[in-house]
């Protein structure tokens, strides 16, 4: 199996093609949509039946042949596939014997064990014509520059040189990751090293001037404080957030700092490529078109405007198909309707975040991470911080040594925390070492430590 796809301009005008399929599908009318999810879901049935043998068995126990499955409506009477699931698939039975997977990735294991995934050729080519749908959205132009601070992978190691400063051991340089209108997009990756040295990137991107920068918005928003004391500016049209929660309070700070807009893009590695904001910002569009969304809350599926755990059928990777998987993350449902944009692809309005990063209340209720980061840093003006709950009533909370607590403060946050739990509480404040808290490639904000 190869480590990567193989990039080739073959791969780049099979994109520029579907991008154009794409473009026309993001606007389709809510029948249409539905219509096209029933008919991709048919074909996926089809196939897992004949040559996915996970779901060949599935189906014989349940009692189902392909053509119960009629379309979107049907999808209940198949039933979830977990990460656990994933894990035990020792003899890749998920796995297709009739698509090879060109691609392999492992997830970064955040909310436990990790689990591997083969991606086929399809999916890559549509993650790719998603990945350029989304910079159309926000505006993108053949001529702009799109940088990415690109968080290491896991196990990197950087290059420690003899005056004892950490610097990246790769080169920035303009790779053709995809194209638009039959050209490539200039595309940079400033690798960010660990512990990361913000002065350095905050110099490299004020050097790129680029029009869209790619970043984990906690992190941007350390560059901009760099770049402001440096006395740095960039004309970016867009800061687009990605992999991390993105709280109002730092969507404020991005906003002003850079004075750009700030995007939302979301996705997973199981799922790939789930949405994005489009440049109004009424919510973050799902990919419909390329893969079924359900958002569960005990067994069934929530009204607009409420929340629960978002399931996702990936309808474009033969190799490995996910059907009814639950991707661990809580999601709220916006009104429906049809946007600004032209766009009746259903909307998120929030990502709260991992179901286990959530709080648990002293009656079991969960209280989601970007509700508590949110208020934390809003209420009381708190960077980079941490909390570990070790008990339905003891947390730690875990701040840089630079950061100022005020007394009011911190009996601030404790009387937060025992309105979240629902009873008193015991807060220990920890001072961890520079860095350690936002140094590792995708810091947690919340942890539950406790059954």
């Given at each position: 199996m190869k480590l990567d796809f193989p990039k080739s301009w073959?791969?780049?005008?099979?994109?520029?093609?579907g991008l154009a399929s794409a473009m026309r599908s993001y606007r389709f009318s809510v029948q249409d949509l539905r219509k096209l999810q029933d008919e991709k879901l048919r074909r996926l049935v089809r196939h897992v039946n004949l040559f996915v043998p996970y779901y060949k068995s599935a189906f014989k126990r349940s009692g189902l042949v392909p053509e119960d499955i009629k379309g979107v409506a049907d999808l209940k009477k198949l039933p979830f596939l977990t990460k656990e699931d994933i894990r035990r698939d020792v003899n890749g039975d998920l796995?297709?014997?009739?698509?090879?997977?060109?691609?392999?990735?492992?997830t970064s294991g955040t909310t436990?064990?990790?689990?591997?995934?083969?991606?086929?050729r399809e999916f890559i080519t549509v993650r790719d014509c998603l990945y350029l749908r989304r910079l159309m959205n926000f505006g993108l132009k053949p001529w702009d520059k799109v940088v990415t601070v690109w968080d290491p992978p896991r196990g990197w190691r950087t290059r420690i040189d003899?005056?004892?400063?950490?610097?990246?051991?790769t080169q920035l340089a303009e790779v053709p990751f995809a194209t638009f209108l039959g050209r490539p997009i200039p595309q940079v990756k400033v690798l960010r090293s660990i512990?990361?040295?913000?002065?350095?990137?905050?110099?490299?991107?004020?050097?790129?001037?680029?029009?869209?920068?790619?970043?984990?918005?906690?992190?941007?928003?350390?560059?901009g404080v760099a770049m402001r004391s440096g006395g740095q500016e960039i004309a970016a049209k867009g800061l687009i957030c990605t992999n991390e929660i993105l709280t109002d309070s730092c969507a404020k700070e991005l906003e002003v700092g850079f004075k750009a807009k700030t995007l939302r893009m979301y996705g997973s590695t199981e799922a790939g490529s789930i949405g994005a904001d489009c440049r109004f910002k009424t919510g973050i569009h799902l990919n419909e078109d390329y893969t079924i969304f359900e958002v569960i809350r005990d067994g069934e599926q929530v009204a607009p405007g409420e929340s629960g755990e978002l399931v996702v059928t990936q309808l474009h990777n033969p190799s490995m198909p996910l059907i009814r998987y639950p991707v661990g993350d809580l999601v709220e449902l916006a009104e429906e309707g049809t946007c600004p944009c032209g766009s009746n692809l259903r909307r998120l309005r929030s990502v709260h975040?991992?179901?286990?990063d959530c709080l648990l209340g002293y009656d079991g209720a969960r209280v989601s991470p970007l509700q508590v980061a949110d208020a934390i840093e809003s209420g009381f003006g708190l960077r980079d911080f941490q909390i570990i709950q070790t008990e339905p009533t003891r947390f730690r909370l875990r701040v840089s040594p630079g950061s100022a607590l005020p007394k009011d403060a911190l009996e601030g946050i404790v009387e937060y925390l025992a309105s979240v739990v629902g009873a008193h509480v015991y807060l220990t404040v920890e001072a961890r070492p520079e860095g350690e808290l936002w140094s590792k490639a995708r810091p947690l904000v919340i942890l539950t430590n406790h059954a």
């Open positions: 073959a791969h780049y005008a099979g994109v520029t093609v796995r297709s014997r009739g698509a090879l997977p060109e691609f392999a990735k492992v436990g064990a990790s689990v591997g995934i083969a991606y086929s003899k005056d004892g400063s950490v610097r990246s051991t512990p990361s040295d913000v002065e350095m990137e905050a110099a490299r991107l004020a050097a790129l001037n680029p029009s869209f920068i790619f970043c984990r918005p906690s992190h941007l928003r350390r560059i975040g991992k179901a286990v």
